[in-house]
């Protein structure tokens, strides 16, 4: 995809409000990102590319699905969710697949996700149909196309290998019938699902590894939700091309400083400091645009915004080292953190 991996993609929350900076517009001198993540569910028929987004940016637009599944007003699934069988264009699945397609494709996207069908809460009954419309949505969106300058990636959700080969069986009949491709030449995948695990770097690097192990070699990986400061080299390592994250917003929101990496490698400070009523200076350990401005942690406290930049900052910074060194960085992120260790583990067993 013409970047160097791995790829970190900074959610915006263009039309849902909340204390994302105005990172994008344009990006801050010394930050150097040039990508942005924005949800098709909160995005509205003004909302352009070109009139939100600095021209620099690239913009990826997720198609929502856990969103909708949430929202009682929308039907996801479908009245008749099993089958490969047609549908009539008004069924509420293949109505929504289009509308969100539309919309992605409205608002300029340059990459974007199909929408997928999460097993989080599902019965064992109900993992079957899930996946089948996992993979009826990716295979339509990629019939009903009309941008092809925008990349579509395939959302997977599967809580193991053998629910992994099943949706994969499904998503090549699915492709076939209705795109006329094979898996092999789609713009690339997403694994989702794993933000309820975001806790459990071991469960997140298994998923990854299955996923790199039965993708057509070279296929473009993204990985949804999770990255972190301190998993983006894990993420990277186990398969992962591209990631986006929302926890440097998150973070600022609980008044969370995220620490630079050189210091939390090294065992200085932790990987991340309570911002409120600590007398910490952060412009003697980060130079980004935020942390210059503030005399002490407590003060910036108040401005989320500038810490959410300084959290992009730290988050990218480790993406940075991540792409020159991955194993030198998490063999110093797993001296202190069994969680960590456990998932390098993991990796090391893949690979004798």
């Given amino acids: 995809m013409g970047s160097v991996r791995p790829v970190i993609v900074p959610v915006h929350n263009l039309g849902a409000g909340g204390n994302t900076p105005p990172y994008w517009r344009p990006p801050p001198e010394g930050l150097g990102h040039h990508h942005a993540m924005v949800n098709a569910y909160f995005l509205r028929p003004h909302h352009r590319k070109d009139t939100h987004l600095d021209p620099s940016v690239t913009a990826w637009v997720d198609s929502g699905g856990f969103l909708y599944i949430r929202d009682k007003t929308r039907l996801l699934a479908g009245r008749h969710g099993a089958g490969r069988g047609p549908r009539s264009p008004g069924e509420p699945g293949e109505e929504l697949v289009e509308a969100i397609l539309r919309r992605q494709e409205g608002f300029g996207a340059d990459y974007a996700f199909t929408l997928d069908y999460p097993l989080h809460g599902a019965m064992d009954g109900e993992v079957l149909n899930r996946l089948r419309v996992t993979a009826r949505n990716a295979a339509l969106a990629y019939q009903l196309r009309t941008r092809r300058s ?3 990636l395939i959302v997977l959700h599967y809580r193991d290998a053998s629910e992994l080969r099943a949706l994969l069986e499904m ?7 209705r795109a006329g491709l094979r898996l092999d030449e789609v713009d690339g995948f997403a694994v989702g699902g794993l933000v309820p695990h975001r806790g459990n770097p071991a469960y997140i690097t298994e998923r990854l590894l299955e996923a790199r192990s039965a993708l057509p070699r070279g296929a473009w990986l993204h990985v949804l939700g999770v990255a972190s400061p301190v998993n983006i080299p894990l993420l990277y390592a186990a398969g992962g091309d591209s990631m986006d994250s929302k926890t440097f917003i998150i973070a600022a929101a609980k008044r969370l400083w995220y620490t630079p990496p050189e210091h939390y490698l090294a065992g200085r400070l932790p990987a991340r400091i309570e911002a409120r009523g600590s007398r910490l200076k952060p412009s003697e350990y980060c130079t980004c645009p935020a942390c210059t401005r503030f005399d002490t942690l407590d003060e910036m406290r108040w401005d989320t915004k500038a810490l959410a930049l300084h ?18 960085m998490l063999k110093r992120l797993a ?3 069994p969680r960590i260790t456990r998932a390098v583990e993991k990796l090391v067993g893949a690979r004798h």
């Avoid at 998503?171 to 019938?177: P, Q, S, T, Y």
């Fill in 150 to 152: 925008m990349k579509l």
């Fill in 171 to 177: 998503l090549a009949v699915e492709l076939r019938e």
């Fill in 311 to 328: 959290n992009l900052h730290v988050t990218l910074e480790a993406a940075r080292l991540a792409a020159q060194d991955t194993i030198n």
């Fill in 335 to 337: 001296k202190n953190n």
